[in-house]
Protein backbone atom coordinates (compact mmCIF):
# COMPACT_ATOMS: atom_id res chain seq x y z
CA UNK A 1 0.00 0.00 0.00
CA UNK A 2 1.15 3.18 -0.89
CA UNK A 3 2.15 6.03 1.63
CA UNK A 4 -0.45 9.42 2.28
CA UNK A 5 1.55 11.75 -0.27
CA UNK A 6 2.35 9.36 -2.86
CA UNK A 7 -1.27 8.85 -2.93
CA UNK A 8 -2.09 12.42 -2.67
CA UNK A 9 0.17 13.14 -5.51
CA UNK A 10 -2.71 10.63 -7.63
CA UNK A 11 -5.53 13.05 -6.84
CA UNK A 12 -4.75 15.14 -10.39
CA UNK A 13 -4.43 11.48 -12.25
CA UNK A 14 -8.05 9.84 -10.42
CA UNK A 15 -9.70 13.25 -11.02
CA UNK A 16 -8.93 13.32 -14.81
CA UNK A 17 -9.58 9.48 -14.45
CA UNK A 18 -5.67 8.56 -15.77
CA UNK A 19 -5.46 5.96 -13.15
CA UNK A 20 -5.12 2.59 -13.87
CA UNK A 21 -8.18 0.02 -12.46
CA UNK A 22 -5.82 -0.68 -9.55
CA UNK A 23 -4.65 2.13 -8.74
CA UNK A 24 -8.19 3.85 -8.55
CA UNK A 25 -9.05 1.31 -6.36
CA UNK A 26 -6.68 1.77 -4.17
CA UNK A 27 -6.62 5.36 -3.98
CA UNK A 28 -10.62 5.09 -3.67
CA UNK A 29 -9.92 3.28 -0.43
CA UNK A 30 -7.74 6.04 0.48
CA UNK A 31 -10.15 8.71 0.09
CA UNK A 32 -12.81 6.99 1.96
CA UNK A 33 -10.83 7.70 5.44
CA UNK A 34 -8.29 10.94 4.67
CA UNK A 35 -10.45 14.39 4.77
CA UNK A 36 -7.27 16.31 2.73
CA UNK A 37 -7.23 13.90 0.29
CA UNK A 38 -11.19 14.09 -0.51
CA UNK A 39 -10.28 18.12 -0.58
CA UNK A 40 -7.96 18.18 -2.85
CA UNK A 41 -10.20 15.95 -5.28
CA UNK A 42 -12.68 18.39 -4.42
CA UNK A 43 -10.93 21.46 -5.90
CA UNK A 44 -9.30 19.86 -8.63
CA UNK A 45 -12.53 17.95 -9.85
CA UNK A 46 -13.78 21.96 -10.45
CA UNK A 47 -11.20 21.80 -13.18
CA UNK A 48 -12.77 18.65 -14.63
CA UNK A 49 -15.81 20.05 -14.88
CA UNK A 50 -14.50 22.65 -16.84
CA UNK A 51 -12.78 20.44 -18.99
CA UNK A 52 -15.80 19.37 -20.54
CA UNK A 53 -16.72 22.59 -21.35
CA UNK A 54 -13.50 23.70 -22.52
CA UNK A 55 -13.83 21.98 -26.34
CA UNK A 56 -14.63 23.85 -29.05
CA UNK A 57 -17.94 24.15 -29.52
CA UNK A 58 -19.64 22.79 -32.53
CA UNK A 59 -23.32 22.27 -33.67
CA UNK A 60 -24.49 18.46 -34.81
CA UNK A 61 -26.41 18.79 -38.43
CA UNK A 62 -29.78 19.91 -38.06
CA UNK A 63 -30.80 16.58 -39.23
CA UNK A 64 -29.82 14.50 -35.80
CA UNK A 65 -32.40 16.17 -34.29
CA UNK A 66 -35.23 14.48 -35.99
CA UNK A 67 -33.46 11.03 -36.22
CA UNK A 68 -32.87 11.25 -32.40
CA UNK A 69 -36.40 12.43 -31.46
CA UNK A 70 -37.47 9.81 -34.20
CA UNK A 71 -35.48 6.67 -33.15
CA UNK A 72 -35.22 7.60 -28.93
CA UNK A 73 -39.53 8.38 -28.81
CA UNK A 74 -40.12 4.99 -30.50
CA UNK A 75 -39.25 3.21 -27.08
CA UNK A 76 -41.20 3.62 -24.71
CA UNK A 77 -39.85 5.51 -21.51
CA UNK A 78 -39.64 4.00 -17.81
CA UNK A 79 -42.76 5.09 -16.83
CA UNK A 80 -44.67 4.69 -20.54
CA UNK A 81 -43.33 0.70 -20.04
CA UNK A 82 -45.59 0.29 -17.20
CA UNK A 83 -48.37 2.14 -18.11
CA UNK A 84 -48.90 2.89 -22.05
CA UNK A 85 -49.56 -0.09 -23.83
CA UNK A 86 -47.25 -0.26 -27.33
CA UNK A 87 -51.00 0.68 -29.86
CA UNK A 88 -51.46 3.60 -27.36
CA UNK A 89 -48.10 4.45 -28.76
CA UNK A 90 -49.13 4.31 -32.19
CA UNK A 91 -51.81 6.29 -31.36
CA UNK A 92 -50.19 8.70 -29.89
CA UNK A 93 -47.20 9.35 -32.57
CA UNK A 94 -50.04 9.53 -34.98
CA UNK A 95 -51.48 12.01 -33.35
CA UNK A 96 -48.60 14.28 -33.75
CA UNK A 97 -47.41 13.11 -36.97
CA UNK A 98 -50.78 13.18 -38.95
CA UNK A 99 -52.92 15.80 -40.03
CA UNK A 100 -55.94 16.80 -37.36
CA UNK A 101 -58.69 14.63 -39.21
CA UNK A 102 -57.15 11.22 -39.22
CA UNK A 103 -55.61 12.05 -35.91
CA UNK A 104 -59.22 12.45 -34.23
CA UNK A 105 -60.00 9.05 -35.40
CA UNK A 106 -57.18 7.53 -34.30
CA UNK A 107 -58.00 8.74 -30.96
CA UNK A 108 -60.90 6.45 -30.78
CA UNK A 109 -59.16 3.30 -30.40
CA UNK A 110 -60.70 0.45 -28.53
CA UNK A 111 -59.01 0.21 -25.51
CA UNK A 112 -60.44 0.84 -21.66
CA UNK A 113 -56.62 2.21 -21.42
CA UNK A 114 -57.34 5.23 -23.63
CA UNK A 115 -59.52 6.79 -20.86
CA UNK A 116 -63.72 7.84 -20.20
CA UNK A 117 -64.13 8.20 -24.28
CA UNK A 118 -63.25 4.55 -24.87
CA UNK A 119 -66.23 3.07 -22.65
CA UNK A 120 -68.48 5.45 -24.86
CA UNK A 121 -66.80 3.83 -27.60
CA UNK A 122 -67.37 0.31 -26.76
CA UNK A 123 -71.27 0.36 -26.72
CA UNK A 124 -71.27 -0.02 -30.25
CA UNK A 125 -70.00 -3.15 -31.21
CA UNK A 126 -69.05 -2.20 -34.44
CA UNK A 127 -67.19 0.85 -33.90
CA UNK A 128 -64.11 -0.95 -32.26
CA UNK A 129 -63.40 -3.05 -35.34
CA UNK A 130 -63.66 0.35 -37.78
CA UNK A 131 -61.55 2.09 -35.71
CA UNK A 132 -58.79 -0.33 -35.25
CA UNK A 133 -59.14 -0.62 -39.04
CA UNK A 134 -58.77 3.13 -39.59
CA UNK A 135 -55.29 2.63 -37.49
CA UNK A 136 -53.70 0.10 -39.00
CA UNK A 137 -54.64 1.94 -42.52
CA UNK A 138 -53.07 4.77 -40.98
CA UNK A 139 -49.87 3.21 -39.74
CA UNK A 140 -49.40 1.46 -42.99
CA UNK A 141 -49.70 4.71 -44.82
CA UNK A 142 -47.67 6.55 -42.10
CA UNK A 143 -44.87 3.77 -42.34
CA UNK A 144 -44.50 4.15 -45.63
CA UNK A 145 -44.60 8.11 -45.59
CA UNK A 146 -41.88 8.01 -42.91
CA UNK A 147 -39.79 5.41 -45.49
CA UNK A 148 -39.47 7.92 -48.28
CA UNK A 149 -38.56 10.26 -45.23
CA UNK A 150 -36.03 8.57 -44.07
CA UNK A 151 -34.23 7.90 -47.56
CA UNK A 152 -34.57 11.67 -48.05
CA UNK A 153 -33.27 12.51 -44.67
CA UNK A 154 -30.25 9.90 -45.10
CA UNK A 155 -29.21 11.13 -48.49
CA UNK A 156 -29.18 14.76 -47.30
CA UNK A 157 -27.06 13.33 -44.14
CA UNK A 158 -24.45 11.97 -46.21
CA UNK A 159 -24.18 15.09 -48.30
CA UNK A 160 -23.50 16.94 -45.30
CA UNK A 161 -21.48 14.26 -43.87
CA UNK A 162 -19.13 14.99 -46.78
CA UNK A 163 -19.04 18.71 -46.54
CA UNK A 164 -18.24 18.25 -42.64
CA UNK A 165 -15.35 15.95 -43.37
CA UNK A 166 -13.91 18.85 -46.04
CA UNK A 167 -14.49 21.14 -43.53
CA UNK A 168 -12.46 18.91 -40.75
CA UNK A 169 -9.54 18.40 -43.33
CA UNK A 170 -9.14 22.01 -43.72
CA UNK A 171 -9.22 22.52 -39.80
CA UNK A 172 -6.93 19.99 -39.25
CA UNK A 173 -4.52 21.70 -41.68
CA UNK A 174 -4.52 25.05 -39.75
CA UNK A 175 -4.16 23.43 -36.56
CA UNK A 176 -1.04 21.10 -38.18
CA UNK A 177 0.29 24.74 -39.36
CA UNK A 178 -0.55 25.99 -36.00
CA UNK A 179 1.33 23.89 -33.99
CA UNK A 180 4.41 23.96 -35.95
CA UNK A 181 4.39 27.85 -35.48
CA UNK A 182 4.10 27.50 -31.84
CA UNK A 183 7.47 25.01 -31.64
CA UNK A 184 9.21 27.31 -33.88
CA UNK A 185 8.09 30.21 -31.79
CA UNK A 186 9.23 28.27 -28.39
CA UNK A 187 12.49 27.96 -29.88
CA UNK A 188 12.79 31.31 -30.60
CA UNK A 189 12.04 31.87 -27.24
CA UNK A 190 14.41 30.19 -25.47
CA UNK A 191 17.34 31.23 -28.11
CA UNK A 192 16.25 34.92 -27.41
CA UNK A 193 16.19 34.45 -23.42
CA UNK A 194 18.75 36.74 -21.37
CA UNK A 195 19.67 33.96 -19.12
CA UNK A 196 20.62 31.52 -22.43
CA UNK A 197 23.10 28.88 -21.72
CA UNK A 198 24.96 26.60 -24.73
CA UNK A 199 26.27 23.16 -24.22
CA UNK A 200 28.20 21.42 -26.99
CA UNK A 201 28.36 17.86 -26.98
CA UNK A 202 30.59 15.63 -28.54
CA UNK A 203 30.21 11.99 -29.72
CA UNK A 204 31.46 9.20 -27.44
CA UNK A 205 33.46 5.86 -28.28
CA UNK A 206 30.00 4.46 -28.65
CA UNK A 207 28.74 7.02 -31.21
CA UNK A 208 32.15 8.93 -32.55
CA UNK A 209 29.99 10.41 -35.67
CA UNK A 210 27.44 11.79 -33.04
CA UNK A 211 27.17 15.57 -32.06
CA UNK A 212 24.87 18.12 -30.20
CA UNK A 213 23.92 21.18 -29.29
CA UNK A 214 21.90 22.25 -26.67
CA UNK A 215 20.43 26.08 -25.55
CA UNK A 216 18.78 26.57 -22.28
CA UNK A 217 17.27 28.87 -20.29
CA UNK A 218 15.80 28.87 -17.08
CA UNK A 219 12.73 31.20 -18.22
CA UNK A 220 12.37 29.23 -21.58
CA UNK A 221 13.65 25.99 -21.60
CA UNK A 222 15.61 23.51 -23.85
CA UNK A 223 16.11 23.48 -27.35
CA UNK A 224 18.33 20.48 -28.49
CA UNK A 225 19.53 19.56 -31.60
CA UNK A 226 21.61 16.45 -32.71
CA UNK A 227 23.10 14.43 -35.34
CA UNK A 228 25.03 11.34 -36.61
CA UNK A 229 23.01 9.51 -33.58
CA UNK A 230 22.95 5.99 -34.41
CA UNK A 231 19.31 4.42 -34.29
CA UNK A 232 18.64 2.64 -30.73
CA UNK A 233 18.44 -0.80 -30.74
CA UNK A 234 15.27 -2.62 -30.30
CA UNK A 235 14.02 -1.94 -26.81
CA UNK A 236 16.28 1.22 -25.99
CA UNK A 237 16.10 4.76 -25.94
CA UNK A 238 18.18 7.64 -25.83
CA UNK A 239 17.64 9.76 -22.72
CA UNK A 240 18.63 13.52 -22.20
CA UNK A 241 20.25 14.26 -18.97
CA UNK A 242 20.95 17.48 -17.37
CA UNK A 243 24.04 17.81 -14.98
CA UNK A 244 23.86 20.89 -12.24
CA UNK A 245 25.77 21.28 -8.98
CA UNK A 246 23.85 19.16 -7.49
CA UNK A 247 24.95 15.30 -7.72
CA UNK A 248 21.93 13.37 -9.52
CA UNK A 249 21.61 14.42 -13.16
CA UNK A 250 17.67 15.35 -13.85
CA UNK A 251 16.55 13.90 -17.09
CA UNK A 252 15.07 16.86 -19.63
CA UNK A 253 13.21 13.82 -21.41
CA UNK A 254 13.90 11.07 -24.36
CA UNK A 255 15.10 11.67 -27.74
CA UNK A 256 14.11 9.99 -30.74
CA UNK A 257 16.21 10.55 -33.95
CA UNK A 258 14.80 10.48 -37.18
CA UNK A 259 16.15 8.11 -40.20
CA UNK A 260 18.81 10.49 -40.62
CA UNK A 261 20.37 10.02 -37.37
CA UNK A 262 18.91 13.87 -36.13
CA UNK A 263 16.77 14.97 -33.33
CA UNK A 264 15.40 18.65 -33.36
CA UNK A 265 13.21 18.78 -30.10
CA UNK A 266 12.00 21.49 -27.48
CA UNK A 267 11.51 20.39 -23.46
CA UNK A 268 10.54 22.14 -20.94
CA UNK A 269 12.86 21.69 -17.74
CA UNK A 270 11.89 22.65 -14.24
CA UNK A 271 11.81 25.84 -12.96
CA UNK A 272 13.88 25.35 -10.05
CA UNK A 273 16.75 23.68 -11.67
CA UNK A 274 20.11 25.05 -10.93
CA UNK A 275 21.95 25.96 -13.85
CA UNK A 276 23.22 23.55 -16.42
CA UNK A 277 27.02 22.58 -16.05
CA UNK A 278 26.97 19.78 -18.36
CA UNK A 279 24.62 17.40 -20.07
CA UNK A 280 24.86 13.94 -21.55
CA UNK A 281 22.79 11.45 -23.71
CA UNK A 282 22.76 8.08 -22.47
CA UNK A 283 21.10 4.65 -24.37
CA UNK A 284 18.55 3.15 -21.82
CA UNK A 285 15.38 1.06 -21.46
CA UNK A 286 12.25 2.19 -23.45
CA UNK A 287 10.53 4.48 -21.32
CA UNK A 288 13.06 5.90 -19.39
CA UNK A 289 14.72 5.49 -16.15
CA UNK A 290 14.76 8.10 -13.29
CA UNK A 291 18.86 7.65 -13.62
CA UNK A 292 21.43 7.18 -16.13
CA UNK A 293 22.18 3.44 -16.42
CA UNK A 294 23.54 2.91 -19.80
CA UNK A 295 26.69 3.95 -22.18
CA UNK A 296 27.14 7.82 -22.72
CA UNK A 297 26.80 8.75 -26.32
CA UNK A 298 27.03 12.56 -26.00
CA UNK A 299 28.78 14.63 -23.60
CA UNK A 300 29.28 18.26 -23.39
CA UNK A 301 30.15 20.52 -20.32
CA UNK A 302 28.28 24.51 -20.78
CA UNK A 303 29.15 27.80 -21.92
CA UNK A 304 27.98 31.12 -20.75
CA UNK A 305 27.05 33.54 -23.66
CA UNK B 1 -16.44 8.37 -9.89
CA UNK B 2 -16.51 11.78 -11.74
CA UNK B 3 -17.25 14.96 -10.55
CA UNK B 4 -18.50 16.86 -13.15
CA UNK B 5 -19.07 20.76 -13.38
CA UNK B 6 -22.81 22.20 -13.81
CA UNK B 7 -23.15 25.51 -15.49
CA UNK B 8 -24.81 27.44 -13.28
CA UNK B 9 -24.55 31.30 -13.57
CA UNK B 10 -24.02 32.81 -10.10
CA UNK B 11 -23.06 36.42 -11.63
CA UNK B 12 -26.79 36.97 -11.06
CA UNK B 13 -26.45 38.45 -14.65
CA UNK B 14 -29.29 36.41 -16.24
CA UNK B 15 -29.99 33.44 -13.98
CA UNK B 16 -30.71 31.39 -17.03
CA UNK B 17 -28.61 28.26 -15.96
CA UNK B 18 -30.60 27.93 -12.90
CA UNK B 19 -34.06 28.28 -14.92
CA UNK B 20 -32.94 25.67 -17.69
CA UNK B 21 -31.86 23.06 -14.70
CA UNK B 22 -35.61 23.70 -12.98
CA UNK B 23 -36.79 23.26 -16.91
CA UNK B 24 -34.85 20.72 -17.79
CA UNK B 25 -35.84 18.99 -14.17
CA UNK B 26 -39.62 18.97 -15.65
CA UNK B 27 -38.50 18.40 -18.98
CA UNK B 28 -37.12 14.72 -17.93
CA UNK B 29 -40.35 14.34 -15.63
CA UNK B 30 -42.64 14.61 -18.90
CA UNK B 31 -39.95 12.54 -20.63
CA UNK B 32 -41.00 9.99 -17.80
CA UNK B 33 -44.58 10.02 -18.53
CA UNK B 34 -43.76 9.31 -22.31
CA UNK B 35 -43.71 13.42 -23.21
CA UNK B 36 -41.87 13.24 -26.40
CA UNK B 37 -42.01 17.21 -26.67
CA UNK B 38 -40.40 17.04 -23.22
CA UNK B 39 -37.27 15.57 -25.10
CA UNK B 40 -37.28 17.59 -27.67
CA UNK B 41 -36.72 20.30 -25.22
CA UNK B 42 -33.79 18.43 -23.32
CA UNK B 43 -32.35 17.94 -26.47
CA UNK B 44 -32.21 21.57 -27.89
CA UNK B 45 -30.92 22.53 -24.71
CA UNK B 46 -27.82 20.33 -24.71
CA UNK B 47 -27.32 18.46 -27.89
CA UNK B 48 -24.73 20.74 -28.91
CA UNK B 49 -22.57 20.50 -25.21
CA UNK B 50 -22.76 16.83 -25.50
CA UNK B 51 -22.29 16.76 -29.47
CA UNK B 52 -18.88 18.92 -29.07
CA UNK B 53 -17.43 17.18 -26.49
CA UNK B 54 -18.06 13.56 -28.24
CA UNK B 55 -16.60 15.30 -31.20
CA UNK B 56 -13.57 16.06 -29.51
CA UNK B 57 -13.77 12.54 -28.27
CA UNK B 58 -13.92 10.62 -31.15
CA UNK B 59 -12.73 12.87 -33.68
CA UNK B 60 -15.90 11.72 -35.99
CA UNK B 61 -19.16 13.55 -36.91
CA UNK B 62 -20.53 10.34 -37.45
CA UNK B 63 -19.55 8.80 -34.65
CA UNK B 64 -20.42 11.88 -32.55
CA UNK B 65 -23.53 12.14 -33.63
CA UNK B 66 -24.15 8.43 -33.21
CA UNK B 67 -23.24 9.14 -29.60
CA UNK B 68 -25.60 11.65 -28.95
CA UNK B 69 -27.93 9.40 -30.08
CA UNK B 70 -27.13 6.93 -27.72
CA UNK B 71 -27.22 9.26 -24.62
CA UNK B 72 -30.97 10.81 -25.36
CA UNK B 73 -31.96 7.16 -26.04
CA UNK B 74 -30.43 6.77 -22.14
CA UNK B 75 -31.78 9.77 -20.97
CA UNK B 76 -35.24 8.71 -22.15
CA UNK B 77 -34.87 5.47 -20.94
CA UNK B 78 -33.76 6.76 -17.29
CA UNK B 79 -36.11 9.87 -17.12
CA UNK B 80 -38.15 7.74 -14.55
CA UNK B 81 -35.94 6.76 -12.40
CA UNK B 82 -33.61 10.04 -12.60
CA UNK B 83 -32.94 10.58 -9.34
CA UNK B 84 -32.83 14.37 -8.28
CA UNK B 85 -29.90 13.70 -5.83
CA UNK B 86 -27.21 12.73 -9.03
CA UNK B 87 -27.10 15.93 -9.72
CA UNK B 88 -27.62 18.73 -12.54
CA UNK B 89 -29.29 17.14 -15.10
CA UNK B 90 -26.82 18.52 -17.77
CA UNK B 91 -23.57 17.41 -16.02
CA UNK B 92 -25.56 14.31 -16.06
CA UNK B 93 -25.57 14.01 -19.44
CA UNK B 94 -22.80 15.00 -20.37
CA UNK B 95 -20.87 12.50 -17.97
CA UNK B 96 -23.07 10.25 -19.69
CA UNK B 97 -21.84 11.36 -23.10
CA UNK B 98 -17.90 11.02 -21.63
CA UNK B 99 -18.03 7.47 -20.41
CA UNK B 100 -19.84 6.28 -23.50
CA UNK B 101 -17.61 8.37 -25.59
CA UNK B 102 -14.34 6.85 -23.41
CA UNK B 103 -15.89 3.73 -23.63
CA UNK B 104 -16.37 3.82 -27.52
CA UNK B 105 -12.40 4.75 -27.77
CA UNK B 106 -11.38 2.03 -25.89
CA UNK B 107 -13.39 -0.44 -27.95
CA UNK B 108 -11.75 1.18 -31.05
CA UNK B 109 -8.51 0.60 -29.78
CA UNK B 110 -9.74 -2.84 -28.79
CA UNK B 111 -6.20 -3.65 -27.37
CA UNK B 112 -6.51 -6.98 -24.97
CA UNK B 113 -5.42 -4.83 -21.89
CA UNK B 114 -7.80 -2.23 -22.56
CA UNK B 115 -10.47 -4.72 -21.58
CA UNK B 116 -10.02 -4.30 -17.73
CA UNK B 117 -10.22 -0.34 -17.77
CA UNK B 118 -13.24 -1.05 -19.94
CA UNK B 119 -14.90 -2.42 -17.57
CA UNK B 120 -14.14 -0.32 -15.27
CA UNK B 121 -15.11 2.48 -17.44
CA UNK B 122 -18.32 0.52 -18.06
CA UNK B 123 -19.49 0.81 -14.25
CA UNK B 124 -18.23 4.24 -13.57
CA UNK B 125 -20.68 5.43 -16.23
CA UNK B 126 -23.55 4.42 -13.69
CA UNK B 127 -22.61 5.90 -11.12
CA UNK B 128 -23.10 9.46 -11.54
CA UNK B 129 -21.97 12.54 -10.39
CA UNK B 130 -21.86 12.65 -6.54
CA UNK B 131 -24.15 15.45 -5.04
CA UNK B 132 -21.26 17.64 -4.15
CA UNK B 133 -21.06 19.30 -8.04
CA UNK B 134 -18.84 22.16 -8.33
CA UNK B 135 -20.76 25.09 -9.75
CA UNK B 136 -19.35 26.68 -12.76
CA UNK B 137 -20.46 30.31 -14.03
CA UNK B 138 -19.86 30.75 -17.62
CA UNK B 139 -17.01 33.37 -17.14
CA UNK B 140 -14.97 30.29 -15.50
CA UNK B 141 -15.26 28.26 -18.46
CA UNK B 142 -13.81 30.57 -20.50
CA UNK B 143 -10.87 31.73 -18.38
CA UNK B 144 -10.05 27.66 -17.82
CA UNK B 145 -10.64 27.18 -21.99
CA UNK B 146 -8.25 29.87 -22.30
CA UNK B 147 -5.71 28.65 -19.94
CA UNK B 148 -5.92 25.57 -21.40
CA UNK B 149 -4.42 27.21 -24.25
CA UNK B 150 -1.66 28.83 -22.21
CA UNK B 151 -0.36 26.19 -20.64
CA UNK B 152 3.33 24.45 -21.96
CA UNK B 153 2.13 22.30 -24.53
CA UNK B 154 3.67 18.86 -23.37
CA UNK B 155 1.18 19.87 -20.09
CA UNK B 156 -1.78 20.40 -22.08
CA UNK B 157 -1.18 17.16 -23.99
CA UNK B 158 -0.89 15.03 -21.56
CA UNK B 159 -4.15 16.66 -19.94
CA UNK B 160 -6.00 16.88 -23.36
CA UNK B 161 -4.70 12.69 -23.71
CA UNK B 162 -6.15 11.29 -20.12
CA UNK B 163 -9.90 13.56 -20.37
CA UNK B 164 -10.31 13.52 -23.81
CA UNK B 165 -8.81 10.02 -25.05
CA UNK B 166 -9.03 8.03 -21.62
CA UNK B 167 -5.46 6.96 -21.70
CA UNK B 168 -4.00 6.17 -18.14
CA UNK B 169 -1.08 8.01 -17.37
CA UNK B 170 0.98 4.78 -17.97
CA UNK B 171 -0.01 4.57 -21.36
CA UNK B 172 0.15 8.60 -21.49
CA UNK B 173 4.21 8.06 -20.61
CA UNK B 174 4.01 5.43 -23.56
CA UNK B 175 2.84 7.63 -26.21
CA UNK B 176 4.60 10.66 -25.05
CA UNK B 177 7.74 8.91 -24.53
CA UNK B 178 8.51 10.69 -21.26
CA UNK B 179 8.96 9.02 -17.82
CA UNK B 180 6.20 8.25 -16.04
CA UNK B 181 7.16 10.41 -13.35
CA UNK B 182 7.33 13.20 -15.76
CA UNK B 183 3.91 12.66 -17.15
CA UNK B 184 2.57 12.78 -13.14
CA UNK B 185 4.54 16.00 -12.45
CA UNK B 186 2.80 17.75 -15.30
CA UNK B 187 -0.53 16.40 -15.24
CA UNK B 188 -0.40 17.63 -11.63
CA UNK B 189 1.00 20.74 -12.39
CA UNK B 190 -1.21 21.82 -15.12
CA UNK B 191 -4.11 20.84 -13.07
CA UNK B 192 -3.37 23.40 -9.88
CA UNK B 193 -2.72 26.40 -13.07
CA UNK B 194 -6.19 25.39 -13.92
CA UNK B 195 -7.44 25.17 -10.47
CA UNK B 196 -6.08 28.84 -9.56
CA UNK B 197 -7.33 30.50 -12.55
CA UNK B 198 -10.64 29.09 -11.58
CA UNK B 199 -10.25 29.84 -8.29
CA UNK B 200 -9.08 33.39 -9.65
CA UNK B 201 -12.26 34.33 -11.29
CA UNK B 202 -15.04 33.58 -8.38
Redesign the interface.
Known sequence: MAGHDELREQAGLYVLGALTPAEQAAFEAHLATCGECAAEVRTLSSVAGALVHAVPQSEPSPALRARVLAAVGASPSTAAQRTIAPEAAIARDTASAADTTIARDARVAPDARFGPEASIVRTNTLAPWLAAAASLALAVALGAYAAMLRTRVGDLEVRLRQATLRADASERQVADARRTAADAQSEVAVLAAPDLARIDLAGQPAAPQASARAFWSRSRGLVFTASNLPAPPAGRTYQLWILTAQPAPVSAGLLKPDANGRVNAVFETPPDLPKPTAMAVTIEPDGGVPAPTGDKYLVGLATSL | ???????VDRSGLSGRWVEDHVADRAALAR????D?DG??EL??RH???I???A??ILQN??D??DL??EV??QA??????YDASRGVVA?WL??LG?SRA?DRLRARRARPEDR??E???AN?ADLGPPP???V?SVE??AC??AA?GEL????RVA?EL???E?????E???RL??????V?TR??LA??K??DT??GTV
Open positions: MWFLGAVMARGHLAYDARPYSLLRPTAEVQFSWQQAGRALMRIADRAVIDLQLQIVRLPVLQIAYYGLTHVIAAEQPLGTKIRLILRLA
